[in-house]
């Protein structure tokens, strides 16, 4: 154990790779990248869009979101097709764990792969906006 250093580990790592069948070595995926680089650095995948401040998989009670903004009490949440929008199950865990978090406070915001993919720039002012309106709610100095 290293004082102040915290290991990432998904716990589907599975879910997270690419096996093709013409590629004998699974690759990772681009959002394991995205989120790997996310816990290395957040300055790397915050500069673009303004994005700063954020913690990586925060320990949130017995959750860990995808990102989350303290100040604001705010979670966003990065969910993939295979991972949330396939399964009934899944999608009714969602929905649990996003009561649960609001039951104490939190705000969570959930977007899609092909919303974070192909509206990037809409996700980010949705968040930028997101923020604002719950700092002044919250009473905080901008």
């Known amino acids: 154990?290293?004082?102040?250093?915290?290991?990432?580990?998904?716990?589907?790592?599975?879910?997270?790779?690419?096996?093709?069948?013409?590629?004998?070595?699974?690759r990772a995926r681009l959002t394991r990248m995205l989120l790997d680089v996310a816990a290395w650095d957040p300055q790397l995948t915050s500069t673009e869009y303004g994005l700063s401040g954020y913690e990586f998989q925060r320990p949130v009670g017995r959750f860990r979101p995808d990102f989350c903004w303290v100040r604001e009490w705010l979670i966003v949440e990065c969910d993939g097709f295979d991972g949330h929008g396939r399964?009934?199950?899944?999608?009714?865990?969602?929905k649990a764990r996003d009561a649960e978090l609001t039951s104490q406070g939190w705000l969570v915001m959930r977007?899609?792969?092909?919303?974070?993919?192909?509206?990037?720039?809409?996700?980010?002012?949705?968040?930028?906006?997101?923020?604002?309106?719950?700092?002044?709610?919250?009473g905080l100095n901008p």
Do not use: C, K, Y
């Open 1 to 26: 154990m290293l004082t102040g250093v915290a290991i990432h580990r998904p716990t589907f790592n599975l879910v997270l790779t690419v096996v093709e069948e013409e590629e004998p070595i699974p």
């Open 87 to 94: 399964r009934h199950a899944q999608s009714e865990a969602d």
């Open 111 to 138: 977007f899609t792969w092909h919303q974070i993919t192909q509206r990037s720039a809409w996700v980010a002012s949705s968040i930028r906006a997101t923020r604002r309106r719950r700092a002044v709610q919250l």
